[in-house]
């Protein structure tokens, strides 16, 4: 980044002067000396060698020494061109628009008569070629003088025109640049491959990030189950404070298997909460991580607030095959593949005594009270959630998610409908039980495994179970993108209710975004004893 200051601007500005100067000097001497050698022919002879010219005396080895000097000189001043030229670029963004353009044509009259000497080089007449290089230096001392200025001068706009017909001479003595365009393009084709050969391997990289916990959340788990089996039975149970069929409670639900993402969004969730007491969790995790779930929670627990853990092994009534069904050929995100990321579709069965839950995905933080979620009128609808289409980020519509070449599809629903997300979702479960939404994932589920109708996860088939029973949130409600856009609004974070880490970077991963780190981390501890001994910290 360049300095805005203007101390800054003037050193530069004296700086540039300073190089003109001894570009100025340089060619000076080159004519000095010019004028000073002896007006004596040489003739190569057929080895070479110089013949039919005298020797250099002592004082021309010493002109030729000097010149070598300067020759280097020049070159280290050339050198420095690139910082110059960066520059330039900086006091070119101040000029009016009509002067801009102006200079944005004289650098690309630059970089053409660049392209016409590497061509030439080796070709051309050599009265050309230092016609371009004089041109060159007009238009580039023309650029200098011109920058940051309201308007070009009269002299500029003539070594512009003069630089045109330059370029046409060498136009019309090259008019065929076959081999140099043969030769560009395979440069071109060489760094794409090379671009699409970095792009697949950091996409590679990144997905093994992203299934790959950092070693102390293993840690973690592994310190947490060891001391959950140490523990007498009654001792791993909760306590239970309330009843869980009192529905003046705002029950939330969260399905993970991520034991410090679920610890800041209940620490969050209570942290923002107007009424803590009438707050009630409920996690369900998978078998391998319920010892080291619980034990965390009775060791750390959400007071004031209640909190019930649940094992899938638990829920008796699913299919047999239900933490194996969603792994699909191909696909390793688990995202896609985990089944309680479509345990969310059998919410009325995990809970048969709610009429109303909110849903949070462990990616989220809690930044606002949610509890008038809980008078929102639903409208005889049974998601509340956001529009994607409204909150500018997300898929947008539905035909980028569902195959709509598909007659059942196409059939039924309209493409161009605004996706909802899931992450931070209200439902009611008495309207959800009267519609028996249930067993309409169950059909499109099956009719998804017979023919591809819908990208892979949870989000497209949801679409489609909760297609026209959705009601739209408020997009401050609900802010998403901080786990892949990194331009979103500070303002727009902090103003909204819950934000969510949605896409790869996730906030407890080291490829996280680091601006968007700490509304994650503030809500973990990381004096407690389990964090220390795993070494896990801010």
């Not at 009016?96 to 080089?121: C, G, H, N, V």
Request: glycine share 6%; aromatic share 10%; hydrophobic share 40%.
């Amino acid at each position: 980044m360049r300095a805005a200051g203007g101390g800054a601007a003037g050193r530069k500005e004296v700086t540039t002067l300073w190089m003109w100067l001894l570009l100025i000097a340089t060619a000076c001497g080159f004519v000095f000396l010019l004028l000073n050698l002896p007006d004596h022919r040489s003739r190569s002879g057929p080895g070479g060698e110089q013949t039919g010219g005298p020797q250099l005396s002592a004082k021309d080895k010493l002109q030729t020494g000097d010149v070598t000097k300067l020759n280097v000189l020049h070159e280290e001043i050339e050198g420095q061109a690139d910082e110059i030229a960066a520059e330039e670029d900086e006091r070119i963004s101040r000029s009016p628009p009509s002067t801009k353009e102006k200079i944005w044509m004289m650098q690309d009259q630059i970089i053409m008569a660049r392209a016409y000497l590497q061509f030439a080089s080796s070709h051309g007449s050599a009265h050309l070629i230092r016609e371009l290089k004089m041109r060159m230096k007009e238009i580039e001392r023309a650029i200098s003088h011109s920058s940051g200025g309201s308007r070009l001068s009269g002299s500029a706009l003539q070594k512009m025109k003069a630089m045109e017909l330059t370029l046409s001479k060498a136009h019309r003595a090259y008019p065929h640049c076959s081999h140099m365009s043969s030769k560009l393009r395979a440069m071109i084709y060489n760094s794409e491959e090379l671009v699409r050969a970095h792009q697949s391997e950091s996409s590679f990289l990144e997905q093994v990030a992203v299934r790959t916990l950092p070693k102390g959340h293993h840690c973690l788990a592994m310190r947490l189950t060891s001391e959950y089996f140490s523990l007498d039975p009654k001792e791993r149970e909760f306590p239970k404070r309330f009843s869980m069929l009192m529905n003046d409670f705002h029950h939330y639900a969260i399905f993970s298997d991520n034991l410090l993402a679920s610890a800041v969004v209940i620490n969050s969730t209570i942290a923002a909460s107007k009424d803590p007491k009438r707050i009630v969790f409920h996690i369900v995790t998978d078998s391998l991580s319920f010892p080291a779930m619980t034990m965390w929670f009775l060791t750390n627990p959400p007071s004031p607030a209640t909190i019930r853990i649940k094992s899938l092994d638990e829920l008796k009534w699913l299919p047999a095959d239900f933490s194996s069904r969603f792994k699909q050929k191909g696909i390793r995100d688990p995202r896609y593949t985990s089944a309680l990321n479509h345990l969310r579709f059998y919410l009325p069965e995990v809970f048969p005594s709610l009429s109303k839950v909110v849903l949070l995905d462990h990616d989220v933080v809690v930044q606002k009270d949610l509890s008038r979620l809980w008078e929102l009128d639903m409208k005889g609808k049974v998601n509340g959630a956001l529009e994607t289409c409204s909150s500018g980020k997300g898929y947008h519509q539905l035909d980028n998610l569902v195959n709509f070449s598909d007659p059942s599809i196409i059939n039924k629903f309209d493409a161009k409908a605004c996706i909802f997300a899931f992450g931070m979702n209200i439902f009611d479960l008495k309207e959800w039980r009267s519609k028996g939404l249930s067993v309409t994932y169950d059909r499109w589920f099956q009719a998804g495994k017979r023919r591809r109708l819908w990208k892979a996860g949870s989000l497209p088939v949801g679409q489609l179970v909760f297609y026209n029973q959705t009601v739209p949130l408020d997009h401050r409600w609900h802010v998403l993108g901080l786990g892949w856009n990194s331009n979103t609004r500070r303002d727009e974070i902090e103003s909204a209710a819950v934000i969510h880490y949605s896409g790869n970077l996730k906030p407890w991963l080291e490829i996280s975004i680091p601006k968007y780190r700490d509304y994650w981390s503030r809500y973990l501890n990381y004096d407690n004893t389990y964090l220390q001994q795993c070494n896990i910290h801010r």
